[in-house]
Every structure is written in structure tokens, then in C-alpha cells.
């Protein structure tokens, strides 16, 4: 009974370790007020710092929007006193609901380049986020709503590239980035 109680105390501590500096709520509401002003260079080669897009379903989406299928991505940004407040906004457009499927606690990335290209915010960089699978059902006509507050050092106007993270969309596997868009603030 003792060997038991010592070993499961074991397995909690050593679950726990590394998390103490990262204990943020995982939730639309607090994500993103994590201040991360450490200014990381972007990455040289141009296209690299886009998003791939499903060009036969972004054929006609606008700046800042994305859609896939019936799914419609759009990015919202307004920048304030040195704050940049993101909206990303998913919508079924679709006559049937949309099963989205998480490998994590991650349900969206936002990345935010200042004017000369380096990236002066990445939301995931210092985060931790649950190794759990989750379905997120999107009901037809639906829509969900995550907001990002970034502090961010740096020169204006800033390019935000922001995408939605599911694996698996219906069962169907999504490449990276299918799900993304850019904006500027």
C-alpha cells in the first residue's frame, strides 16, 4: 500500500514538472494574454511567412477570411496603444453540422510580424497545451468565436497570420494551414 502511495505521488510530480511558468486557463476568454514580447526573426524566405491556403476553396475569400468547404474563417484585428486584440470567427455555412478534431488543448495559432517582417508575437511559442483528443460539433449556421490580446513591441502595421488547428475535419484529415488566413492591424 505504501509502495502504491509513493509511486502514484511520483507519477504526479513528474506529470507536473514544467508546467509552473505556464498555468494560463486554456479558454477563448484568457487565451492570448500572454505577453510575449521577445522578437524572433521571421523566416527569410517570403513564403514561408504565408499560410497555404486551399486554392479551390480561397478562390474568392477576401483578406483576413479563409473558407474550406463549408467552413468560413475570418480574422478580425484592431491594434491599440501597443495591444493587438485578434477575433477569429469559424462558421458553419453548411446545411449539416461540421465535426472538428483537436490532437490538443490547441484550437488556433496567431502569429504577428511587425512592418520590417519579425515576428514580435507567436501565441503557441510558450505555451503548453492538454495532449487530449477533442470534437468540436459546429452545428449548421453555427459559429465560434476565440479572441487573442497580444502586447507587442515594434513598428506598425503589423501582419497577423491566423489559422484554426484541427487535424480532422468529417473524419477527413486537414494538411497544416488548410484552415488559415491573414489580416492586418
Known amino acids: 500500500m505504501k509502495r502504491t502511495a509513493m509511486l502514484a505521488a511520483l507519477l504526479l510530480a513528474a506529470t507536473a514538472c514544467g508546467t509552473a511558468d505556464n498555468e494560463e486557463a486554456d479558454s477563448p476568454q484568457s487565451i492570448g494574454n500572454n505577453d510575449n514580447n521577445g522578437a524572433e526573426e521571421a523566416p527569410e524566405d517570403p513564403e514561408e511567412n504565408e499560410p497555404e491556403e486551399n486554392e479551390e476553396n480561397n478562390e474568392e475569400a477576401m483578406e483576413g477570411e479563409a473558407d474550406m468547404g463549408d467552413l468560413h474563417l475570418q480574422a478580425d484585428a484592431d491594434e491599440q496603444d501597443g495591444e493587438i486584440n485578434v477575433t477569429l470567427t469559424l462558421t458553419n455555412n453548411g446545411d449539416s453540422d461540421a465535426a472538428l478534431d483537436f490532437r490538443s488543448g490547441q484550437k488556433y ?14 501565441y503557441s511559442e510558450d505555451m503548453m497545451f492538454t495532449q487530449a483528443l477533442e470534437t468540436v460539433e459546429l452545428g449548421a449556421g453555427e459559429s465560434i468565436s476565440y479572441e487573442v490580446r497580444a502586447s507587442v513591441n515594434g513598428e506598425g502595421p503589423y501582419q497577423i497570420e491566423a489559422a484554426v488547428t484541427a487535424a480532422e475535419l468529417n473524419g477527413e484529415a486537414m494538411s497544416e494551414g488548410e484552415l488559415s488566413t491573414e489580416t492586418d492591424a
Open 109 to 122: 495559432d496567431v502569429k504577428i510580424y511587425d512592418s520590417s517582417g519579425t515576428k514580435v508575437y507567436d
